[in-house]
């Protein structure tokens, strides 16, 4: 199994990021599937995450309103659209999948991870 995250880079406050999570070995029909981001001197913070059969969402506070999570099954991918960046928006993201039909609660529950993708928000 492998996730493998793309789409990060420098984006000036108020623009957009489209980060991908392309998933290999299962299918994003069958888990729940989660951005997290870590920035540094931060704990991990769950951002969104999809259900296994897309009809339940979550998002942070932090960024409700601003970010969309949606998946595209042909592709085996997930997709988070951000919007109206913000510096403190400035992280490391990840995607994880978590083998239930429910967004996990924790983020250990997450049994696969991807690498990671820099989002850096910056003027």
């Known amino acids: 199994v492998q996730l493998v995250e793309s789409g990060g880079g420098l984006v000036q406050p108020g623009g957009s990021l489209r980060l991908s999570c392309a998933v290999f070995?299962?299918?994003?029909?069958?888990?729940?599937i989660g951005w997290y981001r870590q920035a540094p001197g931060k704990q991990r913070e769950g951002v969104s995450c999809i259900n296994s059969s897309a009809n339940d969402t979550y998002y942070s506070e932090s960024v409700e309103g601003r970010f969309t999570i949606s998946r595209d099954i042909a592709k085996n991918t997930v997709y988070l659209q951000m919007n109206s960046l913000k510096p403190e928006d400035t992280a490391v993201y990840y995607c994880?999948?978590?083998?239930?039909?429910?967004?996990?609660?924790?983020?250990?529950?997450?049994?696969?991870r991807g690498q990671g993708t820099q989002v850096t928000v910056s003027s």
């Open positions: 994880g999948a978590s083998n239930s039909y429910y967004c996990p609660d924790t983020l250990n529950e997450y049994g696969y």
């Open positions: 070995g299962l299918r994003v029909d069958s888990y729940a």
